[in-house]
């Protein structure tokens, strides 16, 4: 089974702080993405990795960065957290050949103050 | 602009009867279609999938119809469920970015007792 895991479930910040969100994946997948789900809107494509060191932006890459130093984690940084990031952030995974089938984690759900 | 459009927030339907979940979409690069489902608290997980060569797939309970001509594609449920009631996310692939996913609002199901 794929499993997928978020470093935290809740997170609560206050604007300006610098947030990490991290995210592992146990099944050698070389592609890695984070999304932010809100009402609405569905889930936006912050950041996308498809190798090590890699990262490609998606439709939403301002106020983000991300780091991908080993091939199971993908971390997403908030450099300065603002109130309009609060939102549920979902990392997911895939195989390079795969035709988009991609494994979520549960999720986190940052709130910004 | 959303490439990938699901016009029903909410949908609530009888235990035993069936539920349509409706998608349109705008590009016509798209080629391959999938469904996700997701659980609060949980990370949404893939349903069923179709590529553009096909008009129909099915999978138990659930089948997808994609009408190429309409850009429209739609996911019943027969019989409906409570154990289905969930957020279901239509989503979108085109042939050149296989890893990228367009993911539409959501739509949110109740399937009533």
């Known amino acids: 089974d794929v499993k997928v895991t978020q470093s935290s479930r809740y997170l609560v910040k206050r604007t300006g702080e610098k947030v990490f969100l991290e995210c592992v994946q146990d099944?050698?997948?070389?592609?890695m993405f984070w999304y932010r789900q809100d009402p609405g809107l569905g889930l936006r494509l912050i950041y996308f990795?498809?190798?090590?060191?890699?990262?490609e932006k998606g439709d939403i890459p301002e106020g983000y960065s991300v780091s991908r130093e080993k091939k199971e984690r993908f971390s997403l940084i908030l450099e300065s957290a603002s109130t309009n990031q609060t939102s549920m952030y979902l990392c997911?995974?895939?195989?390079?050949?795969?035709?988009?089938?991609?494994?979520f984690g549960p999720g986190t759900r940052l709130l910004v103050l | 602009d959303q490439q990938v459009k699901q016009n029903s927030p909410s949908l609530s339907v009888q235990e035993g009867r069936i539920s349509i979940l409706n998608c349109d979409y705008t590009?016509?690069?798209?080629?391959?279609f999938l469904w996700y489902k997701k659980y609060p608290a949980e990370g949404p997980t893939f349903l069923i999938s179709?590529?553009?060569?096909?008009d129909k797939n099915e999978d138990g309970r659930f089948t997808v119809f994609l009408n190429k001509s309409a850009k429209h594609l739609s996911l019943h449920i027969v019989p409906s469920q409570p154990g289905d009631s969930a957020v279901y996310f239509c989503?979108?692939?085109?042939?050149?970015?296989?890893?990228?996913?367009?993911f539409g609002p959501g739509t949110s199901l109740s399937v009533i007792p």
């Open positions: 990795s498809y190798d090590v060191k890699m990262k």
């Open positions: 989503a979108a692939i085109m042939k050149t970015s296989y890893d990228k996913v367009i």
């Open positions: 099944m050698d997948h070389e592609n």
């Open positions: 590009n016509s690069m798209f080629d391959y």
């Open positions: 997911a995974s895939s195989y390079r050949a795969g035709v988009g089938t991609q494994y």
């Open positions: 179709i590529s553009s060569i096909k």
